[in-house]
């Protein structure tokens, strides 16, 4: 299983665009890049999947080079309540289980 | 369409007790999937169902756990004999029969063992 590498945490003021980076260097051919968001004391709510290049949706949009080895998660505007853990996720295609890594956190500031 | 649902979302046992915990998948939903979660770690992995069936059981302990997905009823997690390291945050995921990769969480349940 590919092993993501992102950064603990990460601040911002609101109304900012925020940039999560993470690593992927050995992401195979048929592993997909997803990524899901973690308020306190809920469950994982799946934000946005991609393969490559680029994938936006009503929430985020989410950037992936041509090599692969790494994606940008891209928040734009956020608010207060955007305040949450971020967690980066390669999986292959199918039902398998997710591998979780400890996540970004992310702190918006008023 | 309700979300996936867990119950009870608290539950206090003492050490030695039993935990029961209860997931629903969403409507539709034919493959289950449980969660363990510590605090400030991300979530680990314990166990795959499909109805009736186990399907992967790496992330589980061989040990005092028990997982099933009955035909009828919600899928159930069991931890015998409780001790205080099973104190974490239990998540339940499901995922339609179709080959897809999201995965819906439910709120979890929060397990306290005193």
């Known amino acids: 299983l590919a092993k993501t590498t992102q950064p603990i945490s990460m601040d911002s003021y609101e109304g900012q665009e925020v940039n999560i980076t993470c690593s992927h260097n050995n992401i195979a051919t048929n592993d997909y890049i997803t990524w899901y968001q973690q308020f306190p004391s809920q469950g994982p709510r799946f934000i946005i999947q991609?393969?490559?290049t680029k994938v936006t949706n009503e929430v985020a949009s989410l950037f992936i080079p041509a090599d692969r080895k790494s994606s940008t998660l891209s928040l734009p505007r956020v608010s207060l309540s955007d305040t949450a853990v971020y967690y980066c996720l390669v999986k292959s295609s199918g039902n398998t289980p997710l591998v979780f890594g400890k996540g970004t956190r992310l702190s918006v500031i008023a | 369409n309700a979300g996936v649902m867990q119950n009870p979302r608290h539950l206090v046992r003492r050490r030695g007790q039993e935990a029961r915990l209860r997931c629903s998948p969403m409507k539709g939903h034919s493959h289950v999937y449980w969660y363990r979660q510590l605090p400030e770690e991300g979530l680990k992995f314990m166990v795959y169902?499909?109805?009736?069936?186990?399907?992967?059981e790496s992330g589980m302990p061989k040990e005092r756990f028990s997982a099933e997905f009955p035909k009828e009823g919600p899928s159930i997690l069991r931890i015998q004999q409780v001790v205080r390291g099973d104190s974490a945050a239990y998540f339940c995921?499901?995922?339609?029969?179709?080959?897809?990769?999201?995965?819906?969480f439910g709120p979890g349940t929060r397990l306290t063992v005193l």
């Open positions: 991609g393969y490559k």
């Open positions: 995921a499901s995922s339609p029969p179709n080959p897809s990769d999201t995965q819906y």
């Open positions: 169902l499909q109805k009736e069936n186990i399907i992967d």
